[in-house]
């Protein structure tokens, strides 16, 4: 994979700009980025990724506070797989790893940034 173009599905705003920022560190571009299921379901079916070029996901198990555990990163992952499967999806969440059932690469949001710095580098060398 050459340098991430990141496609980010996160309900919450400070957790989105710190991934912006971490992976604008590293040579990476958040292109695009959602807050909502009904946000990123129609970036994806309105041909979003493709417009801005998306190689990578980075999906969040539940897009609202108000319905957590709700299988939103499913759903997500569910579309995305329907109009784009080169895309590697990276679940991004609180949940613990056996109740995550989307996505090829999982990396809970309590782990340090270095995985996933160290994920998207073990792409970028297949």
């Known amino acids: 994979m050459e340098k991430a173009k990141v496609f980010v599905a996160e309900d919450d705003d400070m957790t989105r700009q710190y991934l912006k920022l971490l992976l604008a560190e590293r040579g990476h571009d958040v292109v695009l980025e959602v807050s909502t299921l009904e946000e990123a379901l129609s970036a994806v079916q309105g041909g979003k990724l493709d417009q801005f070029d998306v190689n990578m996901a980075i ?3 539940s897009l609202s506070k108000e319905r957590p555990g709700c299988g939103d990163g499913r759903k997500v992952t569910e579309a995305i797989r329907n ?44």
Request: glycine content about 6%; aromatic content about 10%; overall charge negative.
């Open 83 to 126: 109009s784009q499967a080169n895309i590697t999806i990276v679940a991004y969440t609180s949940a613990r790893k056996q109740d995550v059932d989307y996505g090829d690469f999982f990396i809970s949001k309590n782990e340090s940034i270095e995985v996933m710095y160290g994920l998207i580098a073990s792409l970028q060398s297949t």
């Open 59 to 61: 999906v969040d198990g």
